[in-house]
């Protein structure tokens, strides 16, 4: 089946399976930024920003997304280059898997939420789980990250 | 210095945060076929008939294997150096299977789909055996896990398979019975800790194809591309020039990927059908077919005098390596060698053992090591003792542990796997790190504890660690160094960076001495065509050992464009400065690329290449101490770590950073393993913990403040002074925080993980009494 869509600005129609789910096709289609850690939709690292909602691509249908705007990182590289740099000046960088899914989720965060507290980036953050870098300096990099937004 | 002991960003981080393809999985080839693997529902099991036929009759499928497909031939995959300290116990596919979740046969077909319905009607017969599931039950049971006859050791290591003994050992150091009688205190006890997973975010993932040379190439995520290379080919017997491992980034390691995982596999289907194939482990396979942490029972016995000195450690470890070998005695090994010479003032030491199998999923290598589980066991009972002695944990450690200068006879008996290396500490801080490690958590304060409310106390608990920097005269690192038209450079490594940064610190060694911008050292690690050869990313090796290679390189590379300058500038060699842009000698100049733009267009034309190579004489241990703050609910036995402090003696950090980083995600999987963590089977040996909400992992929830230091330290044999960072931050969090909940309620847990339930039972029961 065929489904319109706007991936990262621009539509798109791509040929769908009823059964696909959104982090297959986006991978078959070669946007391979977005990775999968699980198969329970409990580790986060296949987020993408859906009409600007953070949620695992793992648990959505592809037939789902017809009409709909689909953001992966490449639609928030200007972002996703700055919060590296926070990252890198706080001890974050590490093997990097969840890293493009931390970037989609502190961006739709930033939408909602344009001053969060520390609490406030845990809470919303929580889903996206990280093994490398102990979230100590992912939190300090998130922090300076938006401060400096400001 | 000018990037050394600096906060560089890694080499990658910017282009992995913005998603460029960069993984296994990200560079397979799109038409790759699928390979998937039927794995074992029982524990313990021989395949009497297996039929394929309807399988392979679905259009799209191209293959299916199983143990008749295979020659027998018995291979370890632990992914070490060779020959290999783990017994070869394992085939590629087998008729026995040993853990559930263990492979029984493989399939590949043009699309997952596919594959899913060809493994459906695959039919197996099995002949079900009993299952050993209990470790402590394994020695010279009914059962045998390995009665055939091609499994073997490759040396000695105490391997009885008929007894279910993967490995054993014994070593002692005086006359431990004798010493203990003569002690005025003496303590025992029995701790045990469990399995862990690794858990890394990127699964088990490899392709492989045949290239336009007709070789066989493999993407791996693995940190040992080079051992991969020589398994495939001792195992499949095609030869060594015909396969290239390349390995790309990788997601997370921390030991889970030294061993082999799909390569054997993937390499099959593709050297069979001609065709690329991929394999990725979806989250149930990397919780049931990968390794996991052995899980140990270690009995501790301490002898003191009522002074305060600590004068006989004796230590019996029982390890479940479960259904294969893997690591079985050298972690088990490790768990005295990197732990019972923090104590070195004893006149005895007594360190002896078994690893068994059993039907539990293989165990393997995992930052720590075996350290994580002996440091649990030692620094929970060295509380215990001072506990008894009525002496302050702080300093009965500051009079009994190691100090610069001094060394332990441990050092030369006991290797990993063979015989030991001595050597002294010539650059310990530990005596700092326990000192400003008090002062920064604030121990004074807090020590024992402080009621908070009603219900809540805060307390404190510390431990002290060691471990080493790669494995002497074993672990090598080597490292080439390319000069470029315009003067910028390649460094091609066989290291492999798994995230911990080592590209980047490598890079930054090399960058370094030669005086050039970070941006002028273009990284390539790891191609086994490509860069020099490398035993791979583990024991805490990749700086020290890969370190000492790549500076020894940068060195040379510095020498051999200083005499190519001495010759454009008509002068002599020593005479010719270099300050990493200018060659200047006889107030002529000659920058860098104009020297590299005359090498190679111009006049008396030549590539300069450099390439070294390192061994260690010996393997420093990085020292820390680390303090976990705790409030707990006496109520619910529930607890929070609202600060863990660590102070490190890791050398020169290299890049304080990636330092801290490593330090950081040690600890926080530390925390894990010391609070919930925890691979569970159910009574008929299938795991219940196989996937994320089963299997708990730390999220940020949890982790409130962690405080990380380094003390200044300098280790003369370590690259500018560096020692390693990679394992030892994983070690203290077991022991220092079950020694703040003994602070806290007075009960002592001695099975990991300490979870509110078996805190709240150990006060019940203490309250009965
Ligand atoms: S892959 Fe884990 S949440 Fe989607
Ligand atoms: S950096 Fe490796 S999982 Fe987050």
């Known amino acids: ?150 | 210095m000018k990037l050394i002991k600096q906060p560089i960003p890694s080499v990658d981080g910017k282009g992995l945060m913005m998603g460029r393809p960069a993984y296994t999985d990200d560079l397979a080839e799109p038409n790759s076929l699928i390979v998937k693997v039927l794995r074992s529902p029982h524990p313990h099991a021989k395949i009497v008939h297996i039929n394929t036929d309807k399988a392979l009759s679905i259009p799209g499928v191209e293959l299916v294997l199983t143990y008749k497909d295979f020659k027998r031939i018995p291979f370890t995959r632990a992914g070490q150096g060779y020959p290999e300290p783990s017994p070869h116990d394992k085939f590629v596919l087998d008729q026995y299977v040993r853990h559930v979740g263990d492979e029984v046969a493989c399939v590949a077909a043009k699309t997952e789909a596919l594959c899913d319905q060809a493994l459906d009607v695959l039919e197996v017969e099995y002949d079900i055996l009993q299952p050993v599931l209990d470790f402590e039950q394994a020695i010279d049971h009914d059962v045998v896990l390995h009665p055939e006859d091609e499994v073997h050791e490759m040396f000695p290591i105490g391997y009885e398979p008929k007894r279910n003994i993967a490995a054993s050992y014994h070593m002692e150091v005086g006359d431990v019975e004798a010493e203990l009688k003569k002690c005025d205190v003496v303590i025992n006890e029995t701790f045990y800790t469990q399995a862990q997973m690794h858990a890394m975010m990127e699964p088990h993932t490899v392709n492989a194809r045949i290239d336009f040379q007709n070789r066989l190439v493999l993407y791996s995520a693995t940190q040992t591309p080079f051992h991969v290379r020589r398994i495939i080919s001792q195992t499949l017997e095609v030869p060594l020039s015909k396969i290239r491992v390349i390995k790309p980034r990788v997601g997370g390691g921390f030991g889970g990927k030294q061993s082999l995982h799909g390569e054997m596999l993937v390499s099959a289907v593709t050297l069979r059908t001609g065709k690329p194939a991929k394999m990725v482990y979806t989250r149930k396979e990397v919780f049931e077919a990968s390794p996991t942490r052995h899980k140990m029972r270690i009995k501790m016995t301490l002898g003191a005098d009522k002074d305060g000195t600590l004068r006989a450690i004796d230590c019996h470890v029982l390890s479940d390596t479960g259904a294969y070998g893997e690591h079985a005695l050298t972690v088990f090994m490790v768990a005295g060698s990197k732990v019972l010479p923090l104590y070195n003032k004893v006149n005895s030491v007594r360190f002896y053992g078994d690893v068994v199998y059993t039907n539990h999923n293989a165990a393997g290598a995992f930052r720590g090591y075996g350290a994580i589980q002996g440091n649990f066991a030692l620094e929970s009972a060295i509380d215990i003792l001072c506990e008894k002695l009525g002496i302050d944990p702080l300093e009965f450690r500051d009079n009994n542990m190691m100090k610069e200068g001094e060394t332990s006879p441990i050092f030369a008996i006991m290797g990993e796997g063979t015989e030991g290396t001595a050597m002294t500490m010539d650059s310990c801080k530990l005596e700092y790190c326990l000192h400003r490690g008090r002062e920064v958590s604030k121990w004074n304060e807090i020590y024992p504890y402080q009621q908070i409310s009603p219900t809540k106390r805060r307390a404190i608990g510390m431990a002290i660690a060691m471990q080493g920097s790669g494995i002497p005269y074993i672990d090598m690192g080597s490292a080439t160094i390319k000069l470029n038209d315009d003067g910028f450079f390649n460094l091609l490594i066989g290291a492999t960076d798994i995230g911990q940064g080592s590209d980047t610190v490598l890079a930054q060694i090399a960058a370094e001495v030669l005086g050039c911008d970070m941006d002028h050292m273009i990284v390539y690690s790891s191609d086994s065509d490509l860069t020099p050869f490398d035993t791979g990313a583990y024991a805490s090796s990749t700086t020290y050992v890969s370190g000492n290679a790549v500076y020894k390189a940068a060195m040379k590379m510095k020498q051999m464009m200083i005499e190519e300058a001495a010759k454009r500038l008509d002068a002599d060699v020593d005479d010719v400065e270099f300050d990493g842009t200018m060659f200047i000698a006889n107030t002529q100049s000659l920058t860098i690329n104009e020297l590299a733009n005359r090498l190679y267009y111009n006049d008396d034309q030549r590539q300069l290449m450099a390439t070294s190579s390192y061994v260690g004489h010996k393997s420093p241990p990085p020292f820390m101490t680390g303090y976990a703050d705790i409030t707990i609910d006496i109520e619910t036995g529930e607890y929070d770590i609202n600060n863990y402090t660590s102070i490190v003696d890791c050398g020169t950090p290299l890049n304080t950073m990636l330092a801290r980083g490593q330090v950081e995600g040690g600890i926080v999987q530390g925390i894990g393993m010391a609070s919930y963590e925890d691979v569970k089977y159910s009574k008929s040996g299938r795991l219940i913990t196989n996937d994320f909400v089963s299997y708990l992992i730390p999220t940020r929830h949890e982790i409130k403040n962690l405080t990380t230091e380094f003390a200044e330290s300098y280790e003369e044999t370590g690259p500018f002074g560096a020692k390693s960072v990679g394992e030892i931050g994983i070690d203290t969090p077991p022991a220092a925080i079950a020694n703040a909940i003994y602070n806290a309620v007075g009960v002592r847990i001695t099975e990991l993980p300490i979870t509110p339930e078996k805190i709240r039972l150990a006060m019940l029961r203490k309250d009965e009494q």
Request: proline share 3%.
């Open chain 1, 1 to 150: 089946m065929k489904v319109t869509f706007i991936l990262n600005h621009q539509e798109e129609t791509w040929d769908v399976h009823p059964n696909d789910y959104l982090l297959d096709s986006l991978r078959t289609h070669h946007i391979v930024s977005v990775k999968r850690g699980c198969d329970t939709t409990s580790c986060g690292v296949c987020t993408v920003l859906l009409n600007g909602k953070a949620v695992p691509s793992c648990s959505i249908l592809s037939a789902s997304i017809d009409g709909k705007e689909v953001v992966t990182v490449e639609g928030i590289a200007k972002e996703a280059e700055r919060l590296s740099e926070f990252m890198g000046h706080n001890g974050a960088d590490q093997c990097g898997y969840c890293n493009p899914s931390l970037a989609l989720s502190v961006h739709a965060l930033q939408q909602e939420n344009p001053h969060p507290s520390d609490a406030d980036i845990r809470a919303f953050l929580v889903g996206n789980l990280c093994r490398c870098t102990g979230y100590h300096g992912q939190q300090e990099a998130i922090l300076h990250y938006l401060e400096d937004d400001q």
